[in-house]
């Protein structure tokens, strides 16, 4: 039995000192079978043959007899690997050349699929991913964006949905957090207690929320995010069990959560719904229409999305019927059902699938190219391929032989690239999670590395069994001295097909990426309605525990204005409820024109803006008609509003509004349009601007707002300012989402800029590796009619006749390539319809300007070539005969 | 083969134990791992998987060779003895050995 284990000794090892090993071993362990012994004897038996293996192995290939079959197969395999390795090593720029172009296909394939593998395949890290359904409430009126649901409506539907078997609502606020070392904001998760348990999220610490916290009157209690605990307490483990105090209670934290993405919003925090003020405040909880509820829905097991659909509109028709004043009939309510994986990744699929695209057409003209290498190198070894078939090779030995070098080629380039992956990988992290939440999944693990290397073999079968295509047999010929280097039609056929297809591959990626960029210089120069340069802006939300009413609220902003507006460095402040370009959808609220007849339709919606008197100025705002507002709109005079030109133009048809009444307020309030002003970009750059109605701070102030301050001095200044104003007002108020102007519109640029950039690398790197090749294979060219052009020459022909016939050559291949390139590049700008902006996918002077780069690249290429031709010496060309 | 070739790798604890055991006397595997470990107190356990890889690399180098086979009741075993290049590298080892722990526990 111990014998067996002998075995794992090499078996010059064995025959020297296998019977003394045995012997040893009875006398250490004890006769008969041990274990111990077992393990001995196969742990540094195979430290024997890996030790010996240097030098057992050259001298184990060349052995004649073979003991069976699979040592002869094994034996062949490595002795071509043997062979092939030290080809490679003696040809390093051909090595190297290849190495580099695979290592960046693979790569850039890899990182690419790790992307995509964590966003778009790989199961939500929720153990009910695949249940989970995001429901909304379309309205039509309001261009059927979601309004959410109110606390009444998610106990309806709780209740009567019989395709759910659980209904969570999730909605967020923002509250300061007392008791650690200072005052924090913190974005809390307002949720259902059994929220966790419906995503199946488990804790990291701790508990999540049990029924009992969410009933009224229980202990206040909140959860931690993963990334909130890992920041603010450094990943403390006895975080558990402290209390803080928020919204004048004491909080007692039970629990940290496990990483997972931050969905649906970056949450610090997580408080059961019970324990939200507003939420449970009777204007809220009582009212059917108080909707803004994110609400998320568990499939019964077996129950298919389309089910869900149905069975959650019977619920809404009984509910619309049941109330039909929370649902009037002309605003097109519908409740409606998403898998949660589409949401989650949505807006990263169509840029994903570009990127994906663009690799894999990388990947198309690396095999191209490093196809195209091994052909060259493949002619300059027929001598040795024909020396192989005269001494009796077949063609099936001659194909394993080049398989196994592709092979080893493309398994090291696989390496390399997996490195090139993991050199990006972050970078491209970083882009991704300004798409999809999803991003923080993305690592290189088992299934990327297994892509990498399916993606290395495959390449390396390809290009092994490439040269095997054009067939010949022509021995004599090749065996004839001198011979070696001649050029065989088929070679330099597939060779030009191999240049064609890299143009057109080319093609397509420059357009891809000429398109992305053309999309971002167009919105580059869109313009967002104000002056940007020198504006601060600052986040001011107060905690409503002491600012409950206007009353409250009104004071602190004016007197935070009066205080800025005096500092020399500022030339103007004001307040507003949002950034303009900030990405959020328009909150249209419900209004009428006074005096208007009730138009066929949903009533009119714009949205609502609060704005101190000086916000237009601060901004830059033109004023179009009428006046601004003034310090003296507030109580007790007359409520006024004013608009912009967008609504001014849809609710007024070239009629002036002014001196016109608005109902607000569901009909309670009435205010007259005093003042136009100019549209902004005010929910991104991309988009038109809405139709907003403008109402003074004074009549509304906001609790949560926007300081924004035009200024001569540096924004650091300014937000020393800012921050040194508020604490002198309110110790306790945090300032946050300080950014200036300029830098909230880079932002929104950014997303279009890392795509241009990235697309751009790309057809970057894709066209100077068909310039390589195409310089490669034209030069091959010349080299094989050099007798043919140095008769020309000899004839009388101009060395400029001769350059123009080679340049002809090259161009003819690369015109032919741009042909069929043009049909990849309508096929990735069809794909790419969604992200670009201001242009047509199919934009022609994208296609124009893309076909003029390729062919004055094409061009450069083969001139180097070329001009080597025309510089032939007839007589040496001819003398080399 | 010379200690001072420096391409010549440095003496392995174990090695230098077995060419100090069969500095004495020559001796077959059991005998060596016993003596062995009796010698470094037990701190040097060679074993029986590792030992004869660990004495066909001192056969190569040439610092030890086959004594006899010699007959122990019906059972063949192989006695291994000292070379006089394995005296001399053992005791160029234990020279350079000595001058570090004299140094070591003179301070």
Known sequence: MLRLFLRAYPKSFRQKHGEDLMRLCRDVYGPGFSPRAALDLLWNGLRERVGAAPRDFDEWLERPAREGRGERVLATILYDARYGVRGLLASRGFTAAILLTLALGIGANTAIFSVIDAVLLRPLPYAHGDRLVHLQQPVQASSGLNAGFSPLEVKDYREQSRALDAVVEYHQMQFTLLGGAEAQ???????????????????????????????????????????????????????????????????????????MPQYPGVTDVFMPSVACPFRNGASWAQNRTARGLTVFGRLRPGVT???????LAQVAERLH???????????????????????????????????????????????????????????????????????????????????????????????????????????????????????????????????????????????????????RANLAADLKEGAGATAHPSHLRARSALIVSQVAVSFALLIGAGLMLRSLLNLQSVD?????????????????????????????????????????GVISAALTGSVPLNGTNPNGAQFEIEGAEPAEGPRPRADFE???????????????????????????????????????????????????????????????????????????????????????????????????????????????????????????????????????????????????????????????????????????????????????????????????????????????????????????????????????????????????????????????????????????????? | MSILDPSTPPLKPAELFVLAALHAAPLHGYGLTQEVAARSQGRIQIRPGNLYRVLDRMLERGLIEVHERASAGDERRTYYRITSLGRRVAQAEARLLAEVIGDLLAT
């Not at chain 1, 999305?305 to 069975?311: F, G, I, M």
């Not at chain 1, 986040?539 to 020399?568: H, S």
């Not at chain 1, 003034?630 to 070239?654: E, L, Y």
């Open chain 1, 305 to 311: 999305l389309s089910a869900a659909q149905k069975d």
């Open chain 1, 185 to 259: 904001r913190v974005e809390t998760g307002v949720v259902s207690a059994n929220f966790f348990d419906a995503f199946g999220v488990r804790p990291l610490l701790g508990r999540t929320f049990l029924p009992q916290d969410d009933v009224q009157g229980a202990a206040p209690v909140l959860v931690l995010s993963y990334e909130y605990w890992q920041r603010a307490y450094r990943a403390d483990p006895s975080i558990v069990g402290k209390t803080f105090t928020m919204n004048d209670r004491v909080h007692q934290v039970v629990g940290v959560l496990a990483p």
């Open chain 1, 528 to 568: 967002a309605g104000f002056d940007l340069e020198n504006v601060l802006t600052a986040r001011i939300d107060l905690n409503w525990t002491r600012y409950r009413t206007a009353e409250q609220i009104r004071p602190f902003g004016e007197r935070l204005l009066d205080r800025i507006r005096v500092e020399p």
């Open chain 1, 321 to 471: 019927a049941a109330w039909p004043d929370a649902y009037p009939r002309t605003d097109g309510y519908t409740t409606t059902a998403a898998g949660l994986r589409d949401e989650l990744t949505r807006s990263a699929r169509p840029t994903l699938i570009v990127l994906l695209a663009t690799t894999l057409f990388l990947l198309v003209i690396v095999c191209a190219n490093v196809a195209n290498l091994t052909m060259a190198r493949l002619v300059r070894r027929e001598r040795e391929m024909a020396v192989r078939t005269a001494l009796g090779a077949t063609r099936l030995r001659l194909l394993q032989l080049l398989l196994t070098e592709n092979l080893i080629l493309a398994l090291a380039g696989g390496i390399l690239g997996v490195l090139v992956a993991a050199w990006g990988l972050e970078a491209l992290a970083a882009f991704a999670a300004r798409f999809t939440t999803r991003a923080s999944e993305i690592r290189l693990d088992g299934r990327v590395l297994l892509f990498a290397c399916g993606l290395s073999l495959f390449t390396g079968v390809l290009l092994g069994c490439l040269p095997a295509l054009p067939a």
């Open chain 1, 610 to 881: 609060t704005a101190t008197p000086e916000y237009f100025q601060t901004m830059g705002i033109p004023l179009l008609g009428g006046r601004a507002f003034t310090a003296m709109d507030r109580a007790p005079s007359a409520p006024v509003a004013m608009v912009n030109q967008s609504f001014a133009r849809h609710f007024f048809k070239g009629m002036d509004p002014i001196g016109r009444r608005l109902k607000v307020d569901s009909g309670r309030t009435l205010v007259q349009i005093v003042g136009i002003v100019a549209d902004i970009k005010q929910h991104g750059l991309e988009r038109e601007p809405g139709d907003e109605i403008y109402v003074p701070y004074a009549f509304t102030p906001y609790r949560d707002v926007r300081l924004i301050a035009r200024s001569r001095a540096s924004a650091a200044e300014v937000e020393r300012t800012v921050r040194t104003a508020v604490k002198e007002l309110d110790p306790q108020q945090p300032v946050t989402e300080v950014r200036t102007l300029a830098q909230v519109r880079a932002d929104n640029l950014a997303s279009p800029r890392l795509t241009a950039l990235l697309l751009g690398a790309f057809a970057l790197l894709a066209i100077c590796i068909t310039a390589a090749g195409i310089a490669g294979v034209i030069a091959y060219s010349v080299s094989q009619r050099t007798q043919e052009i140095g008769i020309r020459l000899a004839l009388g022909a101009e060395p400029s006749s001769v350059l123009a016939m080679v340049l002809r050559q090259g161009m003819a291949l690369v015109g032919l390539g741009l042909a069929l390139g043009v049909l990849g590049g309508l096929a990735i700008s069809r794909v790419m319809s969604g992200l670009v902006f201001g242009i047509a996918a199919q934009d022609p002077v994208t296609f124009v300007l893309g076909a003029a780069v390729l062919a004055a690249v094409g061009a450069v290429a083969c001139l180097l070539p070329a001009r080597r031709a025309a510089e032939v010496d007839p007589m040496i060309a001819l003398r080399s005969t």
